[in-house]
């Protein structure tokens, strides 16, 4: 699987948008990139994926380099709620039933300050 | 609330011991995958099923197997039990086999080897 790399932690106030990074400069052509999130005593929860252009949904915003090597989650308006470890995947969308897992890495740790 | 059922929530048990945690995936979901998550691992993938067949591998010890029933539940069963297997064991699933798309977690099982 190609590989990503996240700063391990990164700090927030509440109702204050958050950019969390993500590089993977050997992503591949089929590579989607994907978000999940972890809260605390919970199981991973979807955020979000996207390949090439720019995603949003009801949690979040994708915002993905033109030469794909890095991405952006965006949190526009961060809540208590959203502390959690976030997790950036690449997950190749032609490697068939064997690649269907998600294979995490150590996640940023989003600490929001009320 | 994901859909996706484990039991039991919490296991505690002694050194060479074997228990089984169950999965209950949601409702048409034909795949199911087992992780591990300990606190110096992170979030190991183990072993994917789908539609009752063995798709994937992981990380999986010889002394743990894994099957999917019929009715799609899955359970994970554990043997001759060390200290280094305490950890939160997470079931996903999903509706397909492969491509993108989520994989919805439950809230975990964790087990404590004594």
């Known amino acids: 699987d190609a590989k990503t790399t996240q700063p391990n932690s990164m700090e927030s106030n509440e109702e204050e948008p958050v950019h969390l990074p993500c590089n993977h400069s050997?992503?591949?052509?089929?590579?989607?990139i994907h978000w999940y999130r972890q809260l605390p005593s919970q199981g991973p929860e979807y955020v979000i994926h996207?390949?090439?252009s720019n995603v949003n949904n009801r949690m979040a915003s994708l915002a993905i380099a033109e030469d794909r090597k890095s991405s952006t989650l965006i949190l526009h308006r961060a809540t208590l709620r959203d502390a959690a470890v976030y997790y950036c995947i690449l997950r190749d969308l032609n490697s068939g039933g064997s690649n269907y897992k998600l294979t995490f890495g150590k996640g940023t740790l989003l600490t929001v300050n009320p | 609330d994901s859909g996706v059922t484990q039991t039991p929530k919490h296991l505690i048990t002694a050194t060479g011991q074997r228990v089984t945690l169950r999965c209950s995936p949601r409702s048409g979901d034909l795949s199911v995958y087992w992780y591990q998550q300990s606190l110096d691992q992170g979030l190991q993938f183990l072993i994917q099923y789908y539609n009752g067949e063995e798709r994937a591998k992981g990380n999986i010890l010889e002394r743990f197997s894994a099957q999917q029933f019929p009715d799609l539940h899955s359970e994970l069963n554990l043997s001759s039990l060390e200290l280094g297997d305490s950890a939160l064991y997470f079931c996903?699933?999903?509706?397909?086999?492969?491509?993108?798309?989520?994989?919805?977690f439950g809230e975990g099982s964790r087990l404590t080897v004594l």
């Open positions: 996903a699933s999903s509706p397909r086999q492969g491509g993108v798309g989520e994989l919805f």
């Open positions: 050997t992503i591949s052509g089929t590579d989607y």
């Open positions: 996207g390949l090439t």
